[in-house]
């Protein structure tokens, strides 16, 4: 079956061609190496026709292009593979561009790499207002760069300081952004693009149908300085950005950066394109991008998923219940009615209710400002939320998320409360951190109605949500939680109950074990450094902590060690941090760290003393400040898997540890780093520091001791 399809249109007395991008049996349109010679076979055609003009369009609902085929870059393993590959696709796109006649691209949905490279190559751009249309080139989040000519055509298209905003940070921009760099020529709404469409052929082919070859004119004293004198400059920052951003972990970008420095301004573009294909090559068959390619699929395996292996389906949720109007019951409000779904929250006191709708408000009037949604749209999303004291409304709804105070009685009875003022078949979830989701379904009348929906602070921004699956809820409830989740724009892992579940289990022993490292004479800077800089955490485990919430971490490790007091162990100065009711972490503008409005200041020195321990005199390496705490996880996590089925596959461990920790994407995961360096390996090392630091916690679990032994991989 053909990929694209080819047809013709009569305007006028003229005829057009028009391409249309439909794989068969996939959802989205991707540049596969048949899909290439099958456009590319189109275009030759097209050489020699005598059509006035040619039309790229897509068949898919809310796809134009999403890109090349990441299997086939994964597949690659040298540079002159690379190479022959990839200069097939820039030999087409430059064959899109050379042709005789005008070409125009309908971009409606998705737009990215490689379909991105596809419309530059085009003379003309009309793109859909649609919530699905962005366009982009986000290859650097693969840890490559685009290489169908993308960081030659989109500087020549928008200029300089827009193109490398784009490129750099592998950037998709919504309609309204690409229109205003000038990527795309007009926005106009999906029920308007055809009609819109052959207006604009109209007047292209009365005024002689000739080809438009945009060359990019800097408007503005500033731009013109920028563009020229002042170049140099642009470069400059572009690359300390770039360095601030990656801390040198992620070498795309800064290749990608000097494939534009090298070719910015240069005439010849064959030169110019070999230029890209050679940085592309060499970036492509780093670990660094295939470690990002394997978390790109890890992503893409959610959006296939239901959550469970039957093939029962989730039910549709459009109203939502919110029990709780704190900071965590404000932001799954927020999240749910900006993917439109109608929220009911509930709280004992107005006053709390308010909250909750101040925090809703704020941050749609942040992307307001940034010019994100209009007023409009503004107005539509705060009438999805409303605030009561009672149970008015809850028949109408679907699920209910429980976000009240982390008590186990009160919940129960909560819990049962709610059930008998919702439908029979309704769903009710508990957002709770630490406590058993099978002992809280005690409260729940009908329990397979019950499950776990685990979101992560802040809300808004964490995209992970742990899926608790308790041992009597139903297939329908697990998939119909797993599909609110996706629907809330979130990454959901089902997850079964266990103390901790997945994240927490495996993050309480790395962060327990840095207080260890304080203990024993580390520094905070020292040991948060080593974590950020040279490990490429998003922060190190001591202001984890205090972004956390100091008691509350106390808490949980409490419970953990209740679990499982065979191997855990809470420092003694953790235990003394808790009573320190104006030392809790960020909450209070005071914990290992100083805070001024929320933002991280200096380390407060004081804590030492506070803690009754000495100045530290950092008697320790980086290297077994990393090792200690990261290998904590890697051995709780062989328990986690092997031992107590929390989750069924490493994948499953490697997303949740990206989605809510911030786990070193270019690392490609936990269990994928486990493999990198060899269970073996983590078990040396384990054994050597519980040995010499008497810490029986770092001893070798019996699930990595097997896998060390059978020189196993998580991965297979």
Known sequence: MSAINLTTKKIGNDEIAILTFDLPNEKVNK?????????????EKLQTSNYKMVVFKSAKPKIFIAGADIEEIQKLKTPQEVQVAVSSGQTIFNQIEDLPMPTLALVHGACAGGGCELILACDYRIATDDSSTRIGLPETKLGILPGFGGCIRLPRTVGLQASLDVILAGKLLNPKKAL???LVDYVVHVNLLDGFAETQIQKILAGGAKKRRKTFQPRGVVNKL???????????????GVLKATRGHYPAPLAALDV??????????????????????ECAVTDISKNLIHVFYLTEMVKKQTGVSSDVKGKAVKQLGVLGAGTMGGGIAYVAADKGIGVRVKDISYEANAKALKHARDLWAKLVKKKVIDNYQFTQKMALVSTGLDFAGFKNLDVTVEAIVEDMGIK?????????EMREDAIIVTNTSSLSVNEMAKGHPRPEY?????????VHKMPLVEVIRGEKSSDETIATVFELAKKMGKMPVVVKDGPGFLVNRLLLPYMAEAAFLLAEGMSVEKVDKAYVNQFGMPMGPFELMDSVGLDVCVKVLNIFRKAFPDRVEVPALMEKLEKNKARLGQKTNLGFYKYEGGRKTEVDQSIYAELGISAPTNPYSDQECLERGVFAMINE?????????????????DLAMIMGTGFPPFRGG????ADTIGADYVRTQLTKYATERKANRLKPSSKLVERADKKARFYN
């Open 412 to 420: 129960q009875k909560v819990i049962g409360q709610t059930a008998a």
């Open 637 to 653: 996590s062989a328990l986690a898997l092997d031992q107590d089925k929390i989750v069924d596959t490493p994948h499953e461990v």
């Open 31 to 43: 540049l596969s190496t048949p899909v290439m010679t099958e456009l590319k076979a189109h275009i």
């Open 450 to 458: 019950f499950a776990g929906m685990h979101f992560f602070s802040p």
């Open 180 to 182: 205003k760099i000038g």
């Open 670 to 673: 936990l269990m994928k780093y």
């Open 226 to 240: 920028l563009e020229g004198p002042l170049k140099g400059v642009v470069f400059k920052k572009a690359r300390e």
């Open 260 to 281: 534009v420095r090298k070719t910015y301004g240069m005439s010849d573009r064959t030169r110019a394109l070999q230029i890209e294909l050679e940085h592309f090559a």
